[in-house]
């Protein structure tokens, strides 16, 4: 079985920074794409960041030049760090990992527990 386990997250000052972290667990062979998520109450869910096994990154235009998502293969752990932050990107961070091969299966996608940034002063 595979796990995404995110952490990283908080409360931060407006204009301050943070740094998220989603680390994959089990008999993981590849992951294709990894995924951050958002959802603030009462909002729906959005995509912020995605990065494939190659490295190609894409962002939201709500983060975009704030936002950096990166992943380490090696330890299957997908990073999001966040500049410059607004009240607006105050929200339960999500990552997701799409086509994860174990020795045994195939996930399409394997979600993982969100992590809250709050963005207050």
């Known amino acids: 079985q595979v796990q995404l386990v995110a952490s990283g997250g908080g409360l931060v000052q407006p204009g301050g920074s943070l740094r998220l972290s989603c680390a994959a667990s089990?008999?993981?062979?590849?992951?294709?794409?990894m995924e951050w998520y958002r959802q603030a109450p009462g909002k729906q869910r959005e995509l912020v960041a995605s990065?494939?096994?190659?490295?190609?990154?894409n962002y939201a235009d709500s983060v975009k030049g704030r936002a950096t998502i990166s992943r380490d293969n090696a330890k299957n752990t997908v990073y999001l760090q966040m500049n410059s932050l607004k009240p607006e990107d105050a929200a339960v961070y999500s990552c997701n990992a799409r086509r994860v091969k174990t020795g045994t299966h195939l996930y399409l996608e394997v979600w993982g527990r969100g992590t809250l940034v709050t963005v207050s002063s």
């Open positions: 990065i494939n096994n190659g490295g190609n990154a």
């Open positions: 089990g008999d993981i062979v590849s992951i294709d794409a």
